[in-house]
């Protein structure tokens, strides 16, 4: 048994070893308010669009605030943002209901059009995000018997557990991620996001083959070892 389990987890090893050869993630993505930046980060500080938004702040900027212990932590290398420092937990101000809207942009070459993006995102009540206008995760539902919003909403996207999705659909250039916040039933206010953009790495064709060969040459040499030690 102790032999069996030695050989799965020496091919699972190298079958794993094989396959992460080819992730490479070339850019990080986090939220960050307009005056606090966050190292490592691939895109711009998270702005505020008061002109379509619920509350006009007559201002695009945004600040970083305290989850208290109301909400989630900050999701990764991240910060909870507001258009107002006060709106959340450890605040006083009351977000009225309504949308708010957030946006950060990035910029990507022709050659990672196909690449994969991945968010884990938390939001005060719910949200919705948009990549290049199209969406990419949709809301929660309104206020009813299944969902009474009594911290946030109590299905995700929420201010709760964190909700980790993938998606696709880059253009050449500048991209563009919108996230419409939801009050729904008011209180606090507050959008928080990490993330990466993947790619496959481009191995060589024939530097893949040798990696695949060399790796089947090891599985049928475990393999041989196993069965004689059977």
Same mark, same amino acid.
């Given at each position: 048994m102790i032999k069996r389990s030695r050989f799965t987890l020496a091919c699972a090893i190298l079958l794993g070893g094989f396959v992460s050869a080819h992730a490479d993630t070339i850019m990080l993505l986090s939220s960050y308010g307009t005056s $606090?930046?966050?190292?490592? $980060?691939?895109?711009?500080?998270?702005?505020?669009?008061?002109?379509?938004? @619920?509350?006009? *702040?007559?201002?695009?900027?945004?600040? !970083?605030i305290s989850p208290g212990s109301v909400w989630h932590s900050a999701t990764g290398n991240s910060s909870w943002v507001s258009y107002n420092a006060g709106t959340g937990p450890?605040?006083?101000?009351? $977000?009225?209901? /309504? +949308?708010?809207?957030? =946006?950060?942009?990035? !910029?990507?070459? $022709? @050659?990672?059009?196909? +690449?994969?993006?991945?968010? *884990?995102?938390?939001?005060?009540?719910?949200?919705?995000?948009?990549?290049?206008?199209?969406?990419?995760? =949709? *809301?929660?539902?309104?206020m /009813?018997?299944?969902? *009474?919003?009594?911290?946030?909403?109590?299905? /995700?996207?929420?201010?709760?557990?964190?909700l980790t999705f993938n998606f696709t659909g880059f253009t @050449?250039?500048?991209?563009?991620?919108?996230? +419409?916040?939801?009050q729904v039933n008011l209180g606090n206010e507050g959008l928080d996001f990490s993330g990466s953009i993947d790619s496959l790495a481009s191995v060589p064709e024939p530097l893949s083959l040798a990696l695949l060969g060399t790796g089947l040459f090891a599985f049928v040499g475990l393999s041989r070892r196993y069965i004689t030690a059977e």
């Amino acid at each position: 048994m102790i032999k069996r389990s030695r050989f799965t987890l020496a091919c699972a090893i190298l079958l794993g070893g094989f396959v992460s050869a080819h992730a490479d993630t070339i850019m990080l993505l986090s939220s960050y308010g307009t005056s $606090a930046f966050i190292p490592g $980060a691939g895109n711009t500080a998270t702005t505020y669009d008061p002109l379509n938004s @619920a509350v006009n *702040s007559g201002s695009t900027s945004t600040s !970083n605030i305290s989850p208290g212990s109301v909400w989630h932590s900050a999701t990764g290398n991240s910060s909870w943002v507001s258009y107002n420092a006060g709106t959340g937990p450890t605040g006083n101000v009351v $977000a009225p209901n /309504g +949308d708010y809207i957030y =946006q950060t942009t990035f !910029n990507l070459t $022709a @050659a990672n059009l196909n +690449d994969t993006g991945t968010l *884990s995102v938390l939001g005060d009540d719910t949200l919705s995000v948009f990549l290049n206008g199209n969406l990419i995760l =949709q *809301s929660a539902g309104p206020m /009813g018997p299944n969902n *009474s919003y009594a911290k946030c909403s109590d299905i /995700g996207p929420n201010c709760i557990n964190p909700l980790t999705f993938n998606f696709t659909g880059f253009t @050449a250039g500048l991209n563009t991620l919108t996230f +419409d916040v939801k009050q729904v039933n008011l209180g606090n206010e507050g959008l928080d996001f990490s993330g990466s953009i993947d790619s496959l790495a481009s191995v060589p064709e024939p530097l893949s083959l040798a990696l695949l060969g060399t790796g089947l040459f090891a599985f049928v040499g475990l393999s041989r070892r196993y069965i004689t030690a059977e």
